[in-house]
């Protein structure tokens, strides 16, 4: 396992449920070569998990996981070596942690109109130290309060784009988060480009590629999404694009998501990132000193 990296990792500062150092003693446990911290809409994980002090640890990928937008459908943007000091970026994420903070009695709301009770003292118990807030957390309440089994009916009866509970959130433009990351000279990759649900995924990729997009998620199980998808579908689709393959589990520790480790990609692919990195990192600081 040392030979593969997972690069799709959440913690509980997003809607995980481990910390980041406890993340990576997981990931070394697992004997895993490499492990990306990839947050939703938040940094605030990486100096945790970038000086943990973790026995056998693996290589650690800063990363984070933007809510973006493209042609009104919802697109994931990963972004992998994100500098721990990046105020551009974190500047954006803290408006968009802010909206996912007002979204949140919203759904409170809806949910009371069909006789869901969710006090603001359970709010306050589950959402304790989350930076991005989210319907995974109003999913876990439902469960705690008896009203569905799992997760996976909590989205389906209730939080689920066109349910009951369901409220849109703010999400930044894919061409504006692709060149914020690239500013900060983080390397900007399409996450699992299934769910986006587009009929010509190809041509997607072209569009984005020319937005400045430098990789695509080729690795991911869209089992518990109910996308039926084959094998090698995806790089399939990316053949002959020049954008980085990555890959990665989306550990969220929460049963309705693969376990670590389960997706993973060669250690090969951490190196791919690193220079294409080093590169914009370059290429930032000679446009400041120019």
Known sequence: MRA??????????????HSPSELLSIASD??????????HDTIDGLVEFMNAEVPGCP????????STEYQGVEAHLLGYFVPTWAPKLVKRLKAL??????????????LESEGIRISDDDIDQILQGVKAPGRPHMAKLLI?????????????????????GYVKKERADIGEAISLLKSEGAVPVLAHPVTMRL??????????????????EIEYDYQHLRLNVKPGEVQL??????LIETGGSDY???????????VTVPIHVVNNLRKVHEELRNNTSEAISG
């Not at 997972?6 to 449920?17: E, V």
């Not at 697992?30 to 947050?39: E, H, I, M, V, W």
């Not at 290589?59 to 933007?66: A, D, K, S, T």
């Not at 705690?144 to 009951?164: M, N, Q, T």
Request: net charge positive; hydrophobic share 35%.
């Open 97 to 110: 942690e802010e909206s996912r903070r007002k979204r949140f009695p919203k759904m409170q709301n809806r």
């Open 30 to 39: 697992l004997n895993l070569g490499a492990l990306a911290l990839t947050d």
């Open 59 to 66: 290589i650690r990928i800063p990363g984070v996981e933007i």
């Open 144 to 164: 705690r309060r008896g009203y569905v089994r799992d997760i996976e009916e909590a989205f389906h009866k209730y939080l689920g784009k066109g349910k009951p």
């Open 252 to 262: 969220h520790g929460d049963g309705a998501h693969r376990n670590l480790g389960s």
């Open 4 to 17: 593969r990296a997972d690069l799709h990792a959440h913690s509980n500062l997003s809607d995980g449920i």
């Open 237 to 242: 689709l990316a053949e002959g694009l020049g």
């Open 199 to 216: 009929p010509d995924l190809r041509s997607t990729l072209i569009e984005l590629r020319e937005l400045g997009l430098l990789g695509v």
